[in-house]
């Protein structure tokens, strides 16, 4: 009897997802800061706390996990062949859990602030999960079964 699932294909993929998800979520704040604040001054001051909480830097992280979730999907049509589609939404599952909880961490790290002109010079803190959040993870599924169709012919 053939098993529904790949397991260690799924792992594989959710792994490289959120490794390369996880290097831009960890690292774009600290390089961001370095850049605009010492290379390239713009006259503002960009800290880790505002590059993490900005809109920019979230659909970029969500971005990143759609496009390697993308991928991810190409690779694994030649590993698990015709049960594409409830292993790419099974990556989807594990994937999502996986980045919800490095969003977490992300903001225990770096303390995420909504900096714009019209608040307060030191920003307002954002929440570990915003709408940028919710919508990177459904449309994380859609990527994966997208990616399991497109791929599967």
Do not use: K
């Amino acid at each position: 009897m053939e098993r529904q699932f790949d397991w260690p294909a799924i792992g594989r993929a959710s792994a490289i997802i959120f490794a390369a998800a996880a290097a831009f979520g960890l690292l774009a704040p600290v390089i961001g800061a370095v850049l605009v604040n010492e290379v390239i001054p713009l006259g503002t001051d960009w800290t880790t706390l505002n590059i993490s909480g900005s809109f920019i830097y979230m659909f970029l992280f969500w971005a990143i996990a759609w496009a390697v979730t993308f991928i991810m999907g190409q690779w694994m049509i030649n590993i698990v062949h015709e049960r594409i589609i409830d292993d790419m939404i099974a990556t989807a599952l594990v994937t999502s859990i996986m980045l919800i909880v490095l969003r977490i961490v992300i903001w225990l790290i770096y303390e995420p602030t909504r900096y714009d002109v019209n608040l307060p010079p030191e920003g307002v803190p954002r929440f570990f999960f915003t709408e940028v959040d919710a919508g990177g993870v459904l449309f994380l599924f859609l990527v994966a079964f997208l990616a399991a169709r497109v791929n599967q012919y």
